[in-house]
């Protein structure tokens, strides 16, 4: 799995994953709670059906009331969450907690809300960055920066690079666009009742960030001359009066925090010094450290420092005084936080291969470790004295989650309320009273559009019974259907898919991956993937395949090579499915999860299907260079292109093997949501694998495929999404995988492609050609199967009770008694009665918009 990416805002609202269910199910009386545990331990094993019947039953009980708590954490939220926005990012909350502020259109327009209880207004949109409320929230400081073509030059090329991926060059360009911004800002401040604003001139310094003083009188600048880059102060502003530096010395400062009074401000020097200036009195404190972080009452700064070959955490007086030192380990420490009162320190250590959550005394008495998950759990905050707020997992499926100091119980926060959607969580900020926090999540589980919407979560508002049966119900109703249709999807192959399945190996899977193991890392540079290559290959051909070598040089003197075993269809030939899994690992690490456990899958499925050829072709696909830049997924689709295939559809399998917990439970990864419902069939009507979904292609081998071929891809990742602490790490050993799990992928893995290549391809060129009042045309590309039968027109037009169909046999159809609005859905079908894995789809527009 190559590295990635850049999403959605709401008021929120508390949730909960199994683990927190199980802790407050202690509480149920005994009969409601043998009745909880038979639908708990049903959901556990993906049953959902089963569960959330039960679960329905329990909510309509006597009991009802008595089993809220865990119902609501076991299926979504147990605090109520509000949609603030379709989009933002940069949170930040005004100092009284009545105000808060996102920024949209890339980080360059600042929106002001207000939050009253479960109600979002907005009141000003304001175009300017680094936004800070004052302390009553009267006003706002921001900087608006002059669209000079310098600047706009810079940008275009940045959002090029990007759209590129050429991230190195990206990272580089953004910070050019940085230090032209900074150039050409303006300070100004407004306040918010009249919208009246004023500029404070700051001459001839680049300007990074504003602070207000605790009164609110003075407004602070973090900023530098513009001939020195090397530098920057802290200055005060004050209307058309020349800048006043509070700081001194060479480096750039940053970060400033005030104390309640104002007298001192504490800020970091460089990338590894800390200093606390007395603003009137002119002296200052410095002490060699990084993290620092203020407490609420403005009293107390901890941070960490290294001494000895070991990690410090240190607290000491905003207002005098030398550190004293918490907490020192040879483990690494990270991130200390003081409580609001300054008592306590939370923090984050590595006791082994993740970090884990722990507090610990001012006096350094009383550590106690709070969270033993084995993913990451880290940036913790505090809510309260007594209440901590962390996240666990890799910056691109993070998840909320909310922890009791004294007593460790941890309670999930976001969630979206569906069985099987995830929902990544980006950004947090909590309001000053510790009542509600905005988030920032792809709350849709869509990881591709650019947009992540924010959400209010307000932690004084629970979930109803009501609302909890409502969410029960429509979960059941929406599991149901996906498994109605599930079972038709395969009803013409399930005997020859069972079959087949019966035998995948998991001794096979796990004899591959200890082969793969042993080359060590596999990295385009490294001998092991010259190793890896002619092992797969020799594996291949003991199973019956010629396979293909495309060798190719990604870089100057580096020589690798993809390797492509191909079974040829019996009906289609020309029609071609793809499954891949990447073989390379990082420069490292042996990559046993990324991407053994791919690897292996895929050379089981490829030798259980070796005698078994489907109506199309399909391709397996070994690809190299993955980590280096996709280099073998973009090589095997500049080839396809170059040969004309006909790729109709793909699967790209990647980090399959690690789980978290008693779950054999893994991601589907799409663009196409006929592709991810059909793997989500696959897996539940013939193997044990538990299957979520995220709409994710980014930066995986699955892109080299989208950027061609559009939205055919699907596949199977991990859950949660880059969850293993061990991910591009070199001890991404053997011993961490959970082999059953990689055979129950390659099981799923196999049906899929089974129906793939036995289904339709989806129609292609559906179009509208002519509509009058109520009767339309429409035509499509004829299919290209040649055990094609029929098609399936679905009509479904808005408000209708229940959608029609008509059957054809030639590429196009006259509709009547259609209305503006109505949804088209065409599948293809052959002979053995198998539907087209997806529909091509068309909305009726309004007569006047048809031909336009």
Known sequence: MALARWRTIVVLSFIASAA???????????????RFDTAFYAWQRGDYPFALAGLERLLTSADGNRVLEPIALLTGELYHTTSVAPDGQGLRWSPEGRLASFTTNGGRVSNVIAVERDTVRTIATIPGVALVFSPTGDRVAYLVIDETPEVRAARALADSLLRAQEFGRFQRQRQEVIRLEQEAAHVMVRTLRDGAAEEL????????????????????????????????????????????????GPGIKANPVFTPTGTHVAYTVGADSISIRDIAGGTTRTFAGTSPAVSADGATLAFLSRGGGEFIINVVSMTGGEPTVVRRSTRPLATPVPSPDGRRVAYVMMPRDDWDLYIVGRDGQGDTRLSHE??????????????????????????????????????????????????PEYEWAVSPDGT?????????????????????????????????????????????????RGRRMFAAIDPAVRAALRDISVNRIYEYERSLYRFGSKYITQPGNRLAIEYIASTLR??????????????PGVRTANIIATLRGRVSPELIYVISSHFDSVEDGPGADDNTSGTSALLDVARVLARRPQAATIKFAWFTGEEAGLFGSREFVRRAVANEDRIAGALNNDMIGWANDARLDNT?????????????????????????????????????????????????????????????????????????????????????????????ARPTGLELVRQ????????????????????????????????????????????????PGTEIALRA????????????????????????
């Open 542 to 555: 003991s199973f019956g395949y010629e396979p293909e070598l495309q060798w190719f040089e990604p870089r």
């Open 201 to 248: 001139h700051a001459p001839n310094l680049a300007k990074r960030g504003l602070a207000f003083s605790p009164d609110g009188a003075t407004l602070y600048l973090v900023g530098g001359p513009l001939a020195d880059r090397a530098r920057t102060d802290i200055y005060a502003l004050s209307g058309s009066a020349a800048p006043r530096a509070i700081s001194s």
């Open 20 to 34: 927190p269910a199980q802790v407050s199910r202690d509480s149920i009386p005994a009969p409601a709670r043998a």
């Open 436 to 484: 509600k926090i905005l988030i920032v999540a792809d709350r849709d589980g869509d990881t591709i559009t650019p947009e992540r919407g924010v959400y209010l979560l307000d932690l004084d508002r629970r979930h109803s019974r009501e609302e909890l049966l409502a969410r029960v119900r429509a979960n059941a109703a929406v599991e149901r259907d996906l498994r109605a």
């Open 772 to 819: 009058d009042r109520d009767r339309v045309e429409i035509r499509w590309t004829a299919a290209p199967e040649r055990d094609h039968a029929r098609y399936v027109v679905r009509i479904d037009p808005p408000g209708a009770a229940a959608p029609r169909t008509l059957s054809v046999t030639v590429p196009r159809a006259t509709l009547t008694g259609i209305v």
């Open 668 to 760: 589907i990864r799409y663009s196409n949501a006929g592709i991810r419902d059909l793997q989500h069939a696959a897996a539940f009507l013939f193997t044990d694998l538990i299957t979520y979904d995220a709409k994710y292609y980014r930066n995986t081998d699955a892109h080299a495929y989208y950027e061609v071929y559009g939205d055919i891809v699907g596949g199977i990742g991990s859950y949660p999404i880059l969850g293993n602490p061990h991910y591009h790490q070199s001890h991404d050993i053997l011993e961490t995988i959970n082999h059953r799990l990689v055979a129950e992928v390659s099981r799923t893995t196999a049906a899929s492609i089974m129906l793939l290549a036995s289904s339709p």
């Open 829 to 852: 079908v052959n002979t053995r009665g198998l539907e087209s894995w997806d529909a091509a789809r068309v909305t009726i527009p309004g007569a006047e918009a048809v031909g336009q």
């Open 374 to 423: 084995i993913q990451h759990d880290v940036l913790p905050r505090w809510l309260s004295d007594n209440r901590v707020l962390a996240v666990k997992g890799e910056p691109r499926h993070r998840r909320s989650y909310m922890y009791d100091a004294t007593t460790g119980a941890e309670t999930r926060l976001h969630h979206n309320n569906t069985v099987r959607t995830v929902a």
